[in-house]
């Protein structure tokens, strides 16, 4: 069973920071061969892609709306993936969720994704 566990979130005004983690663990989850992601869902939406690294070599994809103001990253030793979120705008207020793709190489679809984090609320004032 792989666990997915998301913090950092709250409450900032616009053109503010925060940085979101999540924490992956499980005995068989070999973080080699996964994708990580991380997702969006604001109220009456679909998800939407934000972010994804490979855990392996470290390549990133993002999605049209955060490009050049987010960054994904990773830190090996602690199993654990970051989404820095700089110059927030009140349209990025939502649910993030973390999430891990048995894949090598990073997706951006939500189908591919078998494990989710329970989500954290990020809302930016105006």
């Known amino acids: 069973q792989v666990q997915l566990v998301e913090s950092g979130g709250g409450l900032v005004q616009a053109g503010g920071s925060l940085r979101l983690s999540c924490k992956a663990s499980?005995?068989?989850?070999?973080?080699?061969?996964?994708?990580m992601g991380w997702f969006r869902q604001a109220p009456g939406k679909e998800r939407e892609f934000v972010a994804a690294?490979?855990?392996?070599?470290?390549?990133?994809r993002y999605g049209d709306s955060v490009k050049g103001r987010f960054t994904i990253s990773r830190d090996n030793g602690k199993n654990t993936v970051y989404l820095q979120m700089n110059s927030l705008k009140p349209e990025d207020t939502a649910v993030y969720y973390c999430?891990?793709?048995?894949?090598?190489?990073?997706?951006?679809?939500?189908?591919?994704?078998?494990?989710w984090g329970q989500g954290t609320q990020v809302t930016v004032s105006s």
């Open positions: 999430a891990a793709a048995p894949r090598f190489g990073v997706t951006a679809r939500v189908d591919e994704y078998r494990y």
């Open positions: 690294i490979n855990w392996s070599i470290g390549n990133t």
């Open positions: 499980g005995r068989t989850f070999t973080f080699s061969i996964y994708a």
